[in-house]
Nanobody, 123 residues
Framework: VQLVESGGGLVQAGGSLRLSCAPS????????IGWFRQAPGKERERVSC????????YYLDSVKGRFTISTDNTKNTVYLQMNSLKPEDTAVYYC?????????????????RGQGTQVSVSL
């Protein structure tokens, strides 16, 4: 399984960024994909995920209304649109996959992850 990420960068507070993740190697759609983030000195927290089988979505409370996860099945790509970014969103964002949707929801360790991309939000 591979998760190839793109996106990220530096943006001012209130700005927007979009992350992309192209998964490969899965033999079916029975998995959940999304992002978790890790900031220096802070615990890992999953940000959002979507179940490929039925489209169920999860969002961390602090990003609800600002972030949107979506899938483009024609491109086999998952996107995380991040709007109204805040300095506290600064972290390395990792595309991740969980076998079970429930595992993402309860912040269970992921089964696979990408290489990570830095998101930095300045004042």
């Amino acid at each position: 399984v591979q998760l190839v990420e793109s996106g990220g960068g530096l943006v001012q507070a209130g700005g927007s960024l979009r992350l992309s993740c192209a998964p490969s190697g899965f033999t079916d759609d029975d998995y959940t994909i999304g992002w978790f983030r890790q900031a220096p000195g802070k615990e890992r927290e999953r940000v959002s995920c979507v179940a490929k089988s039925d489209g169920s979505t999860y969002y961390l409370d602090s990003v609800k209304g600002r972030f949107t996860i979506s899938t483009d099945n024609t491109k086999n790509t998952v996107y995380l649109q991040m709007n109204s970014l805040k300095p506290e969103d600064t972290a390395v964002y990792y595309c991740a996959a969980w076998r079970l949707y429930a595992d993402c929801v309860i912040n269970y360790p992921h089964d696979h992850r990408g290489q990570g991309t830095q998101v930095s939000v300045s004042l």
